[in-house]
Every structure is written in C-alpha cells, then in structure tokens.
C-alpha cells in the first residue's frame, strides 16, 4: 500500500500536468489583460466618459433594444468632442463626435482596427475593405480604371433594369394603405445591380429571393458576422468555432466561395483569347471582373488568385449591403416627408421629360433630390461609425493627445447629429446642404463616407461629382 502512494506521488496523472500548465496559462493572459486595462485607463484619463460598470462596462447601457443611439447621443452633451466607451472590463473604445475632432483623425494614416475587421476578413479576405499598407495602395492602384466614369457609364441601363423589376414586385402595396418592410426588396435590387454590373451575372436573384443560396449564404454571413460583434464571448475564435452560429457560418462560407470560384472560372475561360481590356472593351462593356483579372501593376504582375477572390467577395458584400442601407432609409425619409416627395417627384419628371430611364448626364440636373439624398445620409449613415487603432501619440484641436495603441472609434451618427454644429439636428432638412448653408459649417460635420485617405465614394454616392467632372471615383 505504501508503495503505491509513493508510486503515484513519483508519477503524477497526466491531467494534473495540463490543468497546472492551463492555469499557468491563464494566469499570464489574465495579467495581460490587467496590463491592457491599465494601459487603457492612463490612455483616456484627460478624457470623461459615462460611468462604467467594473464588469461589462458600459455594455448593458448599449444593450439591443433600439436606444443605443440615443445613449450615445446624450452622452455627447455631456462629454463634448470624445469620450471612452467600455466594453467589458479590459475593451476601451475612445468616441469621437465632433468634426474638429474627427479632421485629426482622418487626416491621419492610422490603420483601421484589426480587432472589429478581423471578423469579417475570416469571409472577405483582404481585399481594400480590409487591407493595410503597401499591399492596400497597389491593389487600389490595380482596380482604380474600373472606376472611371467611362467604365461606369454604361451601368445606368443595368441599374435601371433591376430598379424597374423592384418596382414590379412593390406595385402590389401602392392601393393599399399598410407599411411594409422595405429593406429585403432594396437589398435584393442591389444585389442584382452588382452582380450584373461588376460580374455580368443575371442571377435573377430578385425573383429568386431566399431560394438561391448563394443569396441566402450572403445574407447569412452578413447577419451572423453583426451577431458575432455584439456578443463578446463570440471575440473569441475558439469559442465562436465550436457554437452552433460558428458551424453556419462555416457552411455559408463554404457556399460563398464556391460561387465565387466558379465566376472566376467562368471568366478566366472567355479571357482566355483575350489579354488586353482595349480589344475587350470594344466587344461588350468592361466590368469590374474583367479588370480584376487583367490588371497589370508596372512589373506587369498581377493579382494572385487569393487577392482576386478577395476583392470579389469585398465588392458583392460592401458592394450591395451599405448601398441598400442608404436606399432604404431615403426611400423611408421621402415616406415620412411628403411634402418633400413631391418636389422630388416634381424635379425627376421634368429632368425625364418623357423618358422611362435616366440617362449619365440626367445625373446633374437634380439639386433638390440631391439634398434629400444627403440629408437622408445625414440622419442615417450606412456605416454609422468607423474604427481606427492609433500606431502613435495623436494630439487634436484641444492640446489633449491619446498615446499609441488606442482604439479609436469615429461615430458618423454622432457627429451628424452633434447639436453644436446642426440645428434641430434630428429634423429632416434638406436645405441645410444648399451651398450658402454648407459653407457655414465645418468639412468635416458631414462624413458618411469617411474622408481622408480612405476615403469612400462613388458617382451614386455624391451626384454632385458628376457636375465636377472628375476622372476618377474611388471606392475603398
């Protein structure tokens, strides 16, 4: 008996072994973790925000129940220009809210933040949504020519196919006096849109609906990567593969890059004969496929096979979710406002004059719908906030400076509805972007597609580019 035990305290379990290195384990990323916390706490303190809970932060205040908007918003009274936000004990967002603030920010080469872009690249890749540094400016360089107004021109006929098969399916509520939801069938549209006009594929997906997977493999990874960001045990990648959101989303992936390889395949098939986009484009309209996989840089090397899938699943995703966002909360505003409905109307039938589709130089010729079209991004920005990390000390307007590694959030709704810069900031006016009006505020009050650098845009997005003539539009 007594040898026994001396064996067994001569050769411990195997177990005990692992649990001893497991809490050793944890033990040292818990301190991790205090330092972060601390790192954290001396970074904001020139900086007041809203009371924190020691646990979750300020999490519970920010809770899904439709209010965590306006939360925010009054907190902004309180604490003007930024304040931090915790999320849980050791995850501190620091919140911009005011145009002086967000110029020092945006006019800077912080990177975005890996941690909030990570979730999504286990989809998109790195493609220019994602990407940093040297290989972001060569693929940007690479894929700029597909968006010169030359190449998107011919996509007003596209465009205004798929509107008009949106408008079809709607024409059954225009007797009726009930609401609808109105986000699914603008989402399809959009969806249709880029799939014809950057891939050349009539999916037919509007009339498909939730019965193409591929479709419903989008919808999917869009819905499960916002669910992943809300719930904080879903940060971790281990926790989030072994649930059961984490098993769907591997198989939507799947789905999703299968629909992808094949697109390529298809179309590295037909390009087989051609290499130059010159002799292309004078057999049928160029696309954005088309350049992805002929663009040459100035050592004529091309995008590998990876970073073309990539920047295919970047476009069909921000391609068509952010855009359908804007439409449907335009659509909305103009609903809530008829009085502005009219004028809108009013305007686009004279500009028509008897045509059933706009044509690219139509573009220009509508002032009042353009300002509605702002206001409406105004009050309701597609991408309500984006992050950046900061990679050294930044020192803003007010001589306060945050040091490097902080996480930086600029709140495009905060700042739209800031009341120091906007009067009566929460009611619909489109005058406010009349030129003597714009003039008066600061340029960076109205942000909804960042500004800087990174800056996002596209002829749809600000119509007031056309009647710039410029050459390029650039979407990053």
């Not at 205004?160 to 079809?168: A, E, I, V």
């Not at 939730?210 to 493999?217: H, V």
């Not at 921000?318 to 909305?332: K, P, Q, R, V």
């Not at 500004?451 to 119509?463: N, V």
Request: charged share 25%; aromatic share 12%.
């Amino acid at each position: 008996m007594i040898l026994l035990v001396k064996s067994h305290l001569c050769w411990p379990p195997t177990l005990h072994v692992l649990a001893l290195l497991g809490l050793a384990a944890a033990g040292y990323a818990f301190t991790g973790l205090l330092a972060q916390r601390r790192a954290a706490l001396r970074g904001v303190e020139s900086f007041p925000g809203p009371p924190a809970h020691w646990l979750f932060g300020n999490a519970k205040q920010l809770k899904q129940d439709g209010k965590a908007f306006d939360r925010t918003l009054k907190w902004g009274e309180s604490y003007p220009y930024a304040f931090p936000l915790w999320f849980g004990p050791f995850i501190c967002l620091f919140n911009i809210h005011h145009p002086d603030y967000v110029k020092t920010l945006f006019e800077s080469t912080v990177p975005k933040d890996t941690f909030i872009f990570s979730f999504l690249e286990q989809w998109i890749g790195e493609g220019l949504l994602v990407s940093q540094g040297q290989k972001w400016f060569r693929h940007r360089r690479l894929l700029t020519p597909g968006f010169h107004f030359d190449v998107l021109k011919p996509y007003i006929n596209l465009m205004s196919d798929s509107t008009k098969t949106m408008l079809d399916k709607l024409e059954k509520y225009a007797s009726g006096n009930e609401s609808f939801e109105l986000f699914e069938p603008v989402s399809l549209m959009s969806l249709d849109t880029i799939l014809k006009c950057a891939f050349s594929d009539n999916s037919n997906c509007q009339a498909e609906s939730g019965r193409n997977t591929y479709i419903q493999a989008v919808y999917d990874l869009s819905n499960l990567i916002s669910l992943r960001l809300r719930m904080f045990p879903y940060h971790s990648d281990f926790l989030f593969y072994i649930s059961p959101h984490g098993f769907r989303f591997r198989k939507a992936r799947r789905v999703a890059y299968r629909h992808t390889v094949e697109v390529l395949r298809k179309r590295k098939e037909a390009l087989k004969e051609e290499n130059e986009l010159d002799r292309i484009g004078a057999k049928r309209n160029l696309d954005f496929l088309d350049i992805l996989l002929l663009a040459r840089d100035e050592k004529q090397q091309g995008l590998a096979d990876e970073d073309i899938r990539a920047e295919v699943d970047t476009f069909m995703f921000e391609g068509h979710d952010t855009t359908a966002s804007g439409l449907s909360f335009i659509l909305y505003s103009l609903a809530c406002h008829p009085e502005h409905q009219k004028l809108c109307r009013e305007e686009i039938l004279q500009t028509l004059d008897g045509k059933d589709t706009f044509a690219w130089e139509d573009l220009s010729k509508m002032p009042y719908t353009t300002m509605c079209i702002k206001e409406s991004l105004r009050l309701y920005p597609p991408v309500p906030a984006t992050s950046r990390v900061t990679t050294k000390p930044m020192t803003f307007c007010d001589g306060r400076t945050l040091p490097k590694g902080c996480h930086l959030l600029a709140s495009v709704f905060g700042i739209h509805r800031n009341a120091a810069i906007w009067e009566n900031p929460h009611v619909f006016d489109p005058l406010r972007f009349l030129p003597e009006n714009v003039s008066k505020r600061p340029p960076h009050a109205f942000v909804p597609f960042g500004a800087g650098p990174r800056y996002c845009t596209t002829p749809l997005d600000h119509l007031d580019w056309v009647t710039m003539n410029k050459g390029y539009s650039y979407t990053v």
